[in-house]
Protein backbone atom coordinates (compact mmCIF):
# COMPACT_ATOMS: atom_id res chain seq x y z
CA UNK A 1 0.00 0.00 0.00
CA UNK A 2 1.39 3.36 -0.98
CA UNK A 3 -0.08 6.95 -0.74
CA UNK A 4 1.62 10.42 -0.52
CA UNK A 5 3.09 10.80 3.09
CA UNK A 6 3.22 14.11 4.68
CA UNK A 7 6.17 14.95 6.71
CA UNK A 8 4.08 17.08 9.14
CA UNK A 9 0.76 17.07 10.07
CA UNK A 10 -2.06 18.60 7.42
CA UNK A 11 -4.48 19.34 9.79
CA UNK A 12 -2.10 21.27 12.33
CA UNK A 13 -0.97 23.55 9.77
CA UNK A 14 -3.75 24.05 8.17
CA UNK A 15 -5.83 24.98 11.50
CA UNK A 16 -3.18 26.33 13.76
CA UNK A 17 -0.25 26.67 11.31
CA UNK A 18 2.26 24.45 13.60
CA UNK A 19 4.85 22.08 11.61
CA UNK A 20 4.51 18.97 13.72
CA UNK A 21 6.50 15.90 12.10
CA UNK A 22 4.75 12.83 11.76
CA UNK A 23 7.79 11.13 9.32
CA UNK A 24 11.58 11.37 9.96
CA UNK A 25 14.02 12.07 13.24
CA UNK A 26 12.42 15.57 13.48
CA UNK A 27 9.11 13.16 14.88
CA UNK A 28 10.90 11.32 17.40
CA UNK A 29 10.86 13.87 20.06
CA UNK A 30 7.07 14.45 19.59
CA UNK A 31 6.26 10.41 19.54
CA UNK A 32 7.94 10.41 23.10
CA UNK A 33 4.78 12.50 23.61
CA UNK A 34 1.98 10.38 21.83
CA UNK A 35 1.61 12.28 19.42
CA UNK A 36 1.76 10.49 16.12
CA UNK A 37 -0.21 9.80 12.67
CA UNK A 38 -3.73 9.19 13.72
CA UNK A 39 -4.84 5.49 12.15
CA UNK A 40 -8.21 7.36 10.34
CA UNK A 41 -5.55 9.52 8.50
CA UNK A 42 -2.00 9.26 8.87
CA UNK A 43 -1.36 12.49 7.70
CA UNK A 44 -2.97 14.28 10.62
CA UNK A 45 -2.26 13.36 14.02
CA UNK A 46 -3.32 12.40 17.73
CA UNK A 47 -3.48 16.20 18.18
CA UNK A 48 -6.22 16.73 15.91
CA UNK A 49 -7.88 13.30 17.50
CA UNK A 50 -8.27 16.40 20.11
CA UNK A 51 -10.11 18.14 17.88
CA UNK A 52 -12.47 15.27 17.91
CA UNK A 53 -12.75 15.38 21.60
CA UNK A 54 -13.91 18.13 21.47
CA UNK A 55 -16.55 17.53 18.65
CA UNK A 56 -18.01 14.77 21.19
CA UNK A 57 -18.70 16.82 24.11
CA UNK A 58 -19.99 19.72 21.53
CA UNK A 59 -22.17 16.34 20.57
CA UNK A 60 -22.27 17.32 17.26
CA UNK A 61 -21.30 20.03 14.76
CA UNK A 62 -22.49 20.67 11.29
CA UNK A 63 -19.76 20.02 8.56
CA UNK A 64 -20.23 20.35 4.95
CA UNK A 65 -18.97 17.09 3.50
CA UNK A 66 -18.57 14.33 0.45
CA UNK A 67 -19.50 10.94 1.78
CA UNK A 68 -18.18 7.99 -0.02
CA UNK A 69 -19.42 4.55 0.48
CA UNK A 70 -17.74 1.36 -0.68
CA UNK A 71 -18.88 -2.68 -0.91
CA UNK A 72 -16.91 -5.29 -1.78
CA UNK A 73 -19.24 -7.62 -4.33
CA UNK A 74 -18.74 -11.45 -4.32
CA UNK A 75 -17.01 -11.42 -0.98
CA UNK A 76 -20.08 -13.42 0.67
CA UNK A 77 -20.31 -16.03 -2.28
CA UNK A 78 -16.67 -16.85 -2.10
CA UNK A 79 -16.16 -17.19 1.39
CA UNK A 80 -18.48 -20.30 0.82
CA UNK A 81 -16.11 -21.72 -1.58
CA UNK A 82 -12.36 -20.51 -1.02
CA UNK A 83 -10.04 -21.22 1.93
CA UNK A 84 -10.45 -18.79 5.43
CA UNK A 85 -6.98 -17.33 4.77
CA UNK A 86 -7.76 -16.62 0.66
CA UNK A 87 -11.30 -15.20 2.01
CA UNK A 88 -9.07 -13.11 5.05
CA UNK A 89 -6.39 -11.73 2.31
CA UNK A 90 -9.43 -10.86 -0.18
CA UNK A 91 -10.55 -8.95 3.00
CA UNK A 92 -7.35 -6.80 3.77
CA UNK A 93 -6.62 -5.89 0.58
CA UNK A 94 -9.68 -4.12 -0.09
CA UNK A 95 -9.22 -2.37 3.02
CA UNK A 96 -5.96 -1.78 2.24
CA UNK A 97 -6.53 -0.39 -1.20
CA UNK A 98 -9.68 1.76 0.10
CA UNK A 99 -7.68 3.45 2.71
CA UNK A 100 -4.14 4.37 0.39
CA UNK A 101 -6.96 5.56 -1.92
CA UNK A 102 -8.85 7.53 0.52
CA UNK A 103 -5.48 8.72 2.18
CA UNK A 104 -4.44 9.85 -1.15
CA UNK A 105 -7.16 12.49 -1.24
CA UNK A 106 -6.71 14.03 2.39
CA UNK A 107 -9.97 11.65 3.10
CA UNK A 108 -10.78 10.19 6.77
CA UNK A 109 -11.35 6.60 6.64
CA UNK A 110 -14.38 6.35 9.35
CA UNK A 111 -15.68 3.03 9.39
CA UNK A 112 -14.77 -0.63 8.05
CA UNK A 113 -18.08 -2.61 8.37
CA UNK A 114 -17.81 -6.10 7.42
CA UNK A 115 -16.98 -6.00 3.43
CA UNK A 116 -17.78 -2.36 3.29
CA UNK A 117 -16.18 1.22 4.14
CA UNK A 118 -17.07 4.57 5.12
CA UNK A 119 -14.99 7.57 3.83
CA UNK A 120 -15.44 11.39 4.71
CA UNK A 121 -13.67 14.26 2.72
CA UNK A 122 -13.36 17.77 3.94
CA UNK A 123 -12.67 16.93 7.59
CA UNK A 124 -10.87 17.53 9.31
CA UNK A 125 -8.56 18.38 6.20
CA UNK A 126 -10.15 21.14 4.52
CA UNK A 127 -10.71 21.60 1.06
CA UNK A 128 -12.87 23.47 -1.63
CA UNK A 129 -12.95 20.78 -4.12
CA UNK A 130 -14.14 17.86 -1.43
CA UNK A 131 -16.60 16.58 -3.98
CA UNK A 132 -13.95 16.26 -6.44
CA UNK A 133 -11.66 14.28 -4.67
CA UNK A 134 -14.12 11.79 -2.89
CA UNK A 135 -14.68 10.73 -7.02
CA UNK A 136 -11.34 10.67 -7.47
CA UNK A 137 -10.58 8.51 -4.10
CA UNK A 138 -13.92 6.73 -6.03
CA UNK A 139 -11.61 6.05 -9.22
CA UNK A 140 -8.82 4.95 -7.50
CA UNK A 141 -10.25 2.31 -5.17
CA UNK A 142 -11.63 0.85 -8.72
CA UNK A 143 -8.24 1.03 -10.14
CA UNK A 144 -6.49 -0.37 -7.27
CA UNK A 145 -8.82 -3.35 -6.47
CA UNK A 146 -9.02 -4.26 -9.96
CA UNK A 147 -5.57 -4.87 -10.07
CA UNK A 148 -5.58 -6.68 -6.68
CA UNK A 149 -7.90 -8.69 -8.30
CA UNK A 150 -5.61 -9.51 -11.42
CA UNK A 151 -2.92 -10.41 -9.30
CA UNK A 152 -4.62 -12.86 -7.41
CA UNK A 153 -6.06 -14.29 -10.01
CA UNK A 154 -2.71 -14.94 -11.56
CA UNK A 155 -1.66 -16.28 -8.72
CA UNK A 156 -4.32 -18.82 -9.16
CA UNK A 157 -6.40 -17.94 -5.66
CA UNK A 158 -9.36 -19.45 -7.03
CA UNK A 159 -10.81 -16.15 -8.84
CA UNK A 160 -12.67 -16.15 -12.37
CA UNK A 161 -12.91 -12.75 -12.52
CA UNK A 162 -16.49 -11.81 -12.74
CA UNK A 163 -17.15 -12.77 -9.05
CA UNK A 164 -15.36 -9.76 -7.09
CA UNK A 165 -16.05 -6.16 -7.74
CA UNK A 166 -16.20 -2.80 -5.82
CA UNK A 167 -19.68 -0.89 -5.91
CA UNK A 168 -19.32 2.84 -4.42
CA UNK A 169 -21.93 5.65 -3.85
CA UNK A 170 -20.82 9.18 -3.06
CA UNK A 171 -22.87 12.24 -2.10
CA UNK A 172 -22.39 15.74 -0.49
CA UNK A 173 -23.70 18.04 1.40
CA UNK A 174 -24.37 19.04 5.14
CA UNK A 175 -23.95 16.23 7.92
CA UNK A 176 -23.68 15.96 11.67
CA UNK A 177 -20.54 15.26 12.77
CA UNK A 178 -20.10 14.05 16.25
CA UNK A 179 -20.33 11.23 18.51
CA UNK A 180 -23.56 9.32 19.01
CA UNK A 181 -24.89 6.82 20.89
CA UNK A 182 -25.73 5.50 24.75
CA UNK A 183 -24.00 2.57 25.59
CA UNK A 184 -21.95 1.84 22.95
CA UNK A 185 -20.50 5.54 21.63
CA UNK A 186 -19.57 5.84 18.29
CA UNK A 187 -17.79 9.22 16.19
CA UNK A 188 -19.58 9.18 12.43
CA UNK A 189 -21.16 11.90 10.39
CA UNK A 190 -24.44 11.32 9.94
CA UNK A 191 -27.76 12.58 8.18
CA UNK A 192 -29.30 12.52 4.39
CA UNK A 193 -25.92 13.26 3.08
CA UNK A 194 -25.06 9.55 4.24
CA UNK A 195 -28.34 7.78 4.29
CA UNK A 196 -28.03 8.94 0.27
CA UNK A 197 -24.53 7.73 -0.38
CA UNK A 198 -24.67 4.44 1.31
CA UNK A 199 -28.25 3.31 -0.29
CA UNK A 200 -26.25 4.76 -3.91
CA UNK A 201 -23.86 1.97 -3.24
CA UNK A 202 -26.46 -0.43 -2.79
CA UNK A 203 -27.66 -0.39 -5.89
CA UNK A 204 -24.30 0.40 -8.21
CA UNK A 205 -23.15 -2.63 -9.46
CA UNK A 206 -19.67 -4.25 -9.09
CA UNK A 207 -16.91 -2.02 -10.87
CA UNK A 208 -18.80 1.43 -10.89
CA UNK A 209 -19.54 4.62 -9.24
CA UNK A 210 -23.14 6.07 -8.57
CA UNK A 211 -23.15 9.79 -7.75
CA UNK A 212 -25.88 12.31 -7.10
CA UNK A 213 -26.86 15.32 -8.66
CA UNK A 214 -25.26 17.51 -6.13
CA UNK A 215 -21.77 15.82 -6.79
CA UNK A 216 -22.00 16.21 -10.05
CA UNK A 217 -22.41 20.03 -9.81
CA UNK A 218 -19.81 20.21 -7.48
CA UNK A 219 -16.94 18.13 -9.58
CA UNK A 220 -18.09 18.91 -12.95
CA UNK A 221 -14.23 17.89 -14.30
CA UNK A 222 -15.25 14.78 -12.71
CA UNK A 223 -18.44 14.01 -14.04
CA UNK A 224 -18.52 15.49 -17.42
CA UNK A 225 -20.67 13.47 -20.04
CA UNK A 226 -22.10 10.98 -17.30
CA UNK A 227 -25.97 9.74 -17.63
CA UNK A 228 -27.84 9.93 -14.97
CA UNK A 229 -31.40 8.14 -14.20
CA UNK A 230 -33.56 8.10 -11.20
CA UNK A 231 -33.47 4.83 -8.87
CA UNK A 232 -35.85 3.87 -6.28
CA UNK A 233 -33.54 4.01 -3.16
CA UNK A 234 -34.78 2.15 0.14
CA UNK A 235 -35.94 4.68 2.94
CA UNK A 236 -36.36 7.42 0.25
CA UNK A 237 -40.07 8.32 -0.39
CA UNK A 238 -39.69 9.68 -4.13
CA UNK A 239 -36.64 8.06 -6.45
CA UNK A 240 -33.36 9.76 -6.70
CA UNK A 241 -31.62 10.71 -9.30
CA UNK A 242 -28.03 9.26 -9.65
CA UNK A 243 -25.26 9.55 -12.50
CA UNK A 244 -22.85 6.57 -13.13
CA UNK A 245 -19.11 7.83 -13.80
Not at 63 to 72: K, R, T
Request: net charge positive; charged share 25%.
Amino acid sequence: MSYSQSRICKGCWQQMRLPVPLRGPASIPFRAFGIRPSRMNPNTCTICELMFTRVMKARKITVDVSVLFADLRGYTTLSQSLPADTVSSLLDDFYDECAAAIWEYDGLLNKTVGDAIMAIFNFPIHHQDHAERAVLAAREIQHRCRLRRERHMAEGAGLDGSELGIGIGIDTGEASFGEFGRSHRDLTAIGTVVNTAARAQSVADAGRILVTKAVCERAQSQTANSKGRAYRLKGFEKPIELYSI
